[in-house]
């Protein structure tokens, strides 16, 4: 195993130091150990239920331009592996 990408969204609750740390403790001895863990953050989206509008999504309380409360996430909250390159 030489590298592993994963993404993770800023609210999935990952922070994701604790995950190098584990990543390192866990990889120890197995195929995994040494390779190189490359983290991309995904930053919360948003958008609007009632204009479709996307925009940043910074607290859970968010509320459109529009005035509706009305907000889905469509970012943010994942946690994937999106890439493994291996010998
Ligand atoms: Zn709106």
Redesign the pocket.
């Known amino acids: 195993m030489l590298r592993v990408k994963l993404e993770i969204g800023e609210r999935s609750a990952i922070v994701p130091d604790s995950i190098r740390f584990c990543f390192d403790v866990c990889s120890k001895g197995t195929i995994m150990e040494g390779a190189l863990l490359e983290i991309d953050e995904i930053k919360a989206k948003g958008r ?1 239920r ?2 479709r ?1 996307e925009f940043p999504l910074n607290t859970l309380a968010a509320a ?5 409360r009305e907000i889905e996430c469509i970012a943010g909250e994942e946690l994937k592996i999106k890439e493994m390159e291996t010998e």
């Open positions: 609007c009632h204009c509008a459109c331009p529009c005035g509706s």
